[in-house]
Structure formats: structure tokens, C-alpha cells
């Protein structure tokens, strides 16, 4: 009879011991499957079975295949079009919002948020021929990102204080702005974006002391909430040579100050 549960199938049927409920049997998918699946899900699969992280600004550009982005972006575009649907705005007969849903998936997929789904740009390493052990300032980089929180944008500034040893790898004054192009280009909160951007530096250069300093403008509190005109934020990471030695630290700050428009 259909629908009965030999004991056979019954006792093969496994069982989450908290809720009771039964597990999905098919824990593995076959390629045809994944082939049946909308783009994010079949990413969603891959990154689940490897026990991948994927939180807004998490990097997932290892997962993606050739080819999905552009998947991704029609099933953004059809969501998107669903919010504009919601709320109550005729994109038939308004002809500025026509086109709105694939404006906005594009430039969520490809340019505000493709920090998550294009890998890291190339950057070239030289070893420190030159034996530098200077304290070297990069910036002011312009950086732009958006929070996590309300998907607002975040507009800032970011420095950075390298005091590099022999062993250091050192890398173009250009890459370092496009690291931090690439990790702020995701949702983030500015707390978490200077600590990543200082793991992808320190893994790079492997200096003896790193200091970031980021103020950025969050438009969440321009736009909505408190609407304060005046509010930036400033969040600084120092590390080794930063933490240890006050001295170098006023020196990179003092310097810092000197180079704000
Ligand atoms: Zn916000």
C-alpha cells in the first residue's frame, strides 16, 4: 500500500534524537540534482558539506562555478522584483522602476557586494631585498561597503601602518588598496572588516607590527533611525610591534592625523 512504511524502509529512516523528527534520507545529491537546484542552493549545498561558513562577509568564491554568478543574478533579479511587488509599486506603469529589480541584482552580484563572490585579486610579493624596517603609512584608501544590518552604505577611510622586518613580504602601495576594496566590497559590520582586513595583510606581509585605523560614515544613521548628519564611526586593530610599543603607536597615530584632509 502507498505510503506505508515497510520495516525495512523504517528501520533505515534515521531520526534527530532532539526533535524526533526524521532526517532527510538523502544526505548526498547526485549531479543531476544539483543540476535541478536554483544556483544558491546548489552553492548552499557546497559550502554546507564542507563545512563552510557563509556569513554576509564571508568570501564564498571558492564554491561558485563558472557560469552561476549570472544564475544568481536572474534569481535576485525575480526576488528583488518580488519586493518591489510588496511594496505596492507598480514597475509596469512607472517606467523608472521598470528595470529596477535586474538593476539592483546586478549591482549587488557584480559590484557592491562582489567582495563575496570573486576571489581575492592577484598580489605579487617581493621579499625585503632592501632590509626595510621602517614604520610605513598606506593611505588615506577610500573604502566602500554596506552594513549588514539595514544593507545601507558605509563610506570611509582606512590607514595603514606596516613596520616591516627582513622577512616581511612587501607588496605594491596599489595592492593594498585593493585588498581592502575586496573585503570591504561585502554586507559587513566596520568591527569585523579591520580585523579581516588585517588576517588577509598579516598573512601577506608578515610584518612585526600592523595598525588599521577605518572612520567611516554609516548611512543607516543618516537615512533612518537617529538621522545624526555628524556621526562617524572609528575603529582601529594594532597588532605586534602596535600593541607592545607606545611610541610607535603615537608615531603611526600622529602621522595618521597629519595625513586627514
Ligand atoms: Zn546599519
Redo the contacts with the bound molecule.
Keep these: 500500500m502507498a505510503g506505508r512504511a515497510t520495516p525495512d524502509a523504517w528501520a533505515s529512516r534515521l531520526f534527530d534524537m532532539a526533535t524526533l523528527k526524521p532526517v532527510p534520507s538523502r544526505l548526498f545529491r547526485s549531479d543531476e540534482e544539483l543540476a535541478a537546484l536554483p544556483a544558491s542552493e546548489r552553492i548552499r549545498y557546497r559550502l554546507v558539506s564542507a563545512g563552510r561558513r557563509h556569513h554576509a562577509n564571508d568570501n564564498i568564491a571558492a564554491f561558485v562555478r563558472e557560469g552561476e554568478l549570472d544564475e544568481l543574478k536572474a534569481e535576485v533579479q525575480a526576488k528583488m522584483q518580488e519586493v518591489l511587488r510588496s511594496l505596492v509599486i507598480d514597475t509596469e506603469s512607472d517606467h523608472n522602476t521598470q528595470e529596477t529589480a535586474k538593476r539592483v541584482a546586478k549591482m549587488y552580484v557584480d559590484e557592491v557586494f562582489r567582495g563575496r563572490y570573486q576571489p581575492m585579486p592577484a598580489v605579487t610579493e617581493f621579499p625585503n631585498v632592501e632590509r626595510l624596517n621602517e614604520l610605513m603609512i598606506v593611505g588615506p584608501i577610500t573604502v566602500r561597503s554596506a552594513?549588514s544590518?539595514?544593507i545601507?552604505p558605509i563610506f570611509g577611510k582606512v590607514w595603514i601602518g606596516i613596520l616591516p622586518n627582513e622577512h616581511s613580504n612587501l607588496i605594491g602601495l596599489s595592492k593594498y588598496a585593493r585588498i581592502a576594496d575586496w573585503v570591504m566590497s561585502r554586507p559587513q559590520i566596520q568591527e569585523e572588516a579591520v580585523t579581516m582586513l588585517a588576517n588577509e595583510l598579516q598573512e601577506r606581509v608578515r610584518p612585526d607590527g600592523l595598525a588599521i585605523v577605518m572612520e567611516a560614515d554609516?548611512f543607516?544613521m543618516h537615512w533612518r533611525g537617529v538621522k545624526d548628519a555628524e556621526s562617524a564611526m572609528v575603529n582601529s586593530v594594532m597588532r605586534g610591534a602596535f600593541l607592545k610599543d607606545a611610541n610607535l603607536r603615537r608615531e603611526f597615530l600622529s602621522l595618521l592625523s597629519r595625513k586627514k584632509p
Design positions: 552594513c544590518h539595514h545601507c554609516h543607516c
